[in-house]
């Protein structure tokens, strides 16, 4: 891995889509969520973009097209760059499955049999919370992956395990919980989508990441990673332990535009 400072004039002017994750890579990490067991409550409290890097997206979208790839819900990604928000501003949730393109919301079909899939393996979990088991907080609302909020604990791998014995999922630790999904689709697939809606090549998009989820992304595109101990990527950022590495990408690149690469 390169330290991203060594980044070529000619890589940098390829470079036509930036890619943000968001968790760890320009929101602090720590989103709460609480649900009571009969699914009726929800309270959930994340965090904002600082008013400089949203200024900064301003500024960067004069260069750049932008995207936003999360394991978050479509709606929390477009009430995050609300106030960025147009034609040239792409979103992707729940980890490469809900796209969203020019007005249009673009996703893979699954078979009801996955759906049923999602459900049993939803009760087993919910029944570990009804039985007032509090290393578990309830479930984030989204429509192609389940995300239980809980503590690292080996029996969720384990009911995602008994579950699908096909071995069609995947079930990744986020640090908040786990994102368990298809194996058919991965911010990676996102990117590859990205890049055909637009016409260019996966490698015109540079991507950032930090976590499990962000592996495909940062491997398809021009992956800066801002944990290379977790991801892999070409690019790895520096930052300090204060200092989010999609905030200081979004300085680096301007500063590079500024002074023409
Ligand atoms: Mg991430």
């Given at each position: 891995?390169?330290?991203?400072?060594?980044?070529?004039k000619?890589?940098?002017?390829?470079?036509?889509?930036v890619?943000?994750?968001?968790?760890?890579?320009?929101?602090p990490?720590?989103t709460?969520?609480r649900?009571?067991?009969?699914?009726?409550e929800?309270?959930?409290?994340?965090k904002?973009?600082?008013?400089?890097?949203?200024?900064?997206?301003?500024?960067?979208?004069?260069?750049?097209?932008?995207?936003?790839?999360?394991?978050?819900?479509?709606?929390y990604?477009?009430s995050?760059?609300?106030?960025?928000?147009?034609?040239?501003?792409?979103?992707?949730?729940e980890?490469?499955?809900?796209?969203w393109?020019?007005?249009?919301?673009?996703?893979?079909?699954?078979?009801?049999?996955?759906?049923k899939?999602?459900?049993?393996?939803?009760?087993?979990?919910?029944?570990?919370?009804?039985?007032?088991?509090?290393?578990?907080?309830?479930f984030?609302?989204?429509?192609?992956?389940?995300?239980?909020?809980?503590?690292?604990?080996?029996?969720?791998?384990?009911?995602?395990?008994?579950?699908?014995?096909?071995g069609?999922?995947?079930?990744?630790?986020?640090?908040e919980?786990?994102?368990?999904?298809?194996?058919i689709?991965?911010?990676?697939?996102?990117?590859?989508?990205?890049?055909?809606?637009?016409?260019?090549?996966?490698?015109?998009?540079l991507?950032?990441?930090?976590?499990?989820?962000?592996?495909?992304?940062?491997?398809?595109?021009?992956?800066?990673?801002?944990?290379?101990?977790?991801?892999?990527?070409?690019y790895f950022i520096?930052?300090?332990?204060?200092?989010?590495g999609?905030?200081?990408l979004?300085?680096?690149?301007?500063?590079?535009?500024?002074?023409?690469?």
């Amino acid at each position: 891995m390169k330290n991203l400072r060594e980044i070529t004039k000619e890589e940098l002017e390829a470079i036509r889509v930036v890619t943000f994750d968001i968790d760890g890579v320009i929101i602090p990490t720590g989103t709460e969520l609480r649900e009571n067991a009969d699914g009726t409550e929800l309270y959930m409290k994340s965090k904002q973009l600082s008013r400089r890097f949203i200024e900064n997206l301003k500024e960067l979208k004069t260069h750049l097209k932008l995207n936003f790839s999360s394991g978050r819900n479509i709606l929390y990604l477009k009430s995050l760059v609300n106030e960025i928000f147009d034609e040239d501003i792409f979103l992707q949730a729940e980890n490469g499955n809900i796209s969203w393109f020019g007005g249009d919301i673009v996703h893979p079909d699954y078979s009801a049999d996955y759906f049923k899939k999602l459900k049993l393996i939803r009760e087993c979990i919910k029944g570990m919370m009804a039985q007032g088991d509090m290393r578990i907080r309830g479930f984030e609302p989204k429509m192609f992956i389940l995300t239980p909020h809980s503590d690292q604990i080996e029996e969720i791998p384990d009911i995602v395990q008994e579950a699908d014995p096909e071995g069609e999922l995947y079930c990744l630790w986020t640090n908040e919980g786990y994102d368990i999904g298809s194996k058919i689709m991965n911010k990676g697939k996102g990117i590859e989508r990205l890049a055909e809606y637009l016409g260019i090549s996966p490698k015109e998009i540079l991507t950032t990441g930090n976590n499990y989820n962000d592996r495909e992304m940062l491997r398809v595109g021009k992956g800066v990673t801002v944990d290379p101990e977790r991801a892999e990527a070409e690019y790895f950022i520096e930052h300090k332990q204060n200092e989010l590495g999609g905030e200081l990408l979004a300085e680096f690149l301007l500063e590079r535009y500024k002074k023409n690469f």
